[in-house]
């Protein structure tokens, strides 16, 4: 059992909520039961903490003190049981995309990549500006499901022409777009959702087949980014798999 703050195993894991550490050490914490278990699925865990005294339900574990946990977790209110994982490494591009220019909070690229895979999206593509995806709020805000979908960080630009090779279709979010969402279930597509400040960059838009906008009462100026995602998600998606999500 570790019991003091000052150990050094404590003192590294603690800063893995700086992002600096979290790339240097190629690893990032999954706090909560939920978040253990699905990071134990995906087998990337190094290892767990667990609240001593606390049942073992989890394998191999390291207990702690409730402060040792708050330390490392970052949160106020200390989880039970976090686990100090291996990043994920990102895969080849697959099935219909959805691409993030410069998303900057993490409670919403964690939403959007939630609703990612709620509406059977298989790939992730952020830019090199958006939010760093295993940002802790980040991960709690995808409710374990960033462990469901493969996620890369890598150039929009040469992304989009490589995705073009392939085939994919590449709609992008305008507010001078077409409001009627007509897919071409003969493609593959990738859907790009720009910044919450300023949208998507004219150079990425302008390499897009087919610009999408989304009606709202003209009191409201717009959409919160995550929001808009999930509705373009849904109404790209249901037309493919009707049957999938009946």
Excluded at 42 to 60: D, F, H, P, S
Excluded at 85 to 106: R, T
Excluded at 117 to 140: C, E, G, H, Q
């Amino acid at each position: 059992m570790i019991e003091s703050l000052q150990n050094e195993k404590v003192k590294l894991y603690a800063k893995l909520n700086n992002k600096k550490y979290r790339n240097e050490l190629n690893l990032f914490v999954a706090s909560g039961h939920h978040l253990v278990t699905e990071a134990l699925k995906k087998n990337i865990v190094k290892e767990i903490l667990l609240l001593n005294g606390e049942e073992n339900v989890y394998g191999n574990v390291t207990y702690v003190t409730s402060e040792i946990l708050k330390k490392i977790s970052g949160l106020d209110n200390a989880p039970k049981v976090l686990a100090i994982c291996h990043k994920c490494q990102g895969q080849d591009i697959k099935g219909n995309v959805i691409m993030l220019d410069d998303i900057s909070d993490p409670g919403n690229l964690g939403t959007i990549i939630r609703t990612a895979v709620a509406f059977n999206y298989d790939t992730i593509i952020l830019s090199s500006d958006t939010v760093d995806v295993y940002n802790p709020k980040v991960i709690r805000a995808t409710e374990g499901m960033i462990f469901h979908i493969n996620i890369i960080q890598d150039n929009l630009s040469s992304k989009i022409m490589e995705l073009k090779d392939k085939g994919y279709l590449i709609y992008g979010t305008d507010v001078r777009g077409k409001s009627n969402i007509v897919l071409d279930k003969t493609k593959k597509h990738a859907l790009i959702i720009g910044s919450e400040a300023s949208g998507i960059k004219k150079d990425l838009l302008s390499l897009c087949d087919v610009s999408l906008c989304i009606k709202i009462n003209p009191n409201c100026e717009s959409l919160n980014a995550a929001v808009a995602a999930g509705i373009l998600m849904y109404e790209l998606t249901i037309q493919s798999y009707s049957s999938v999500l009946q």
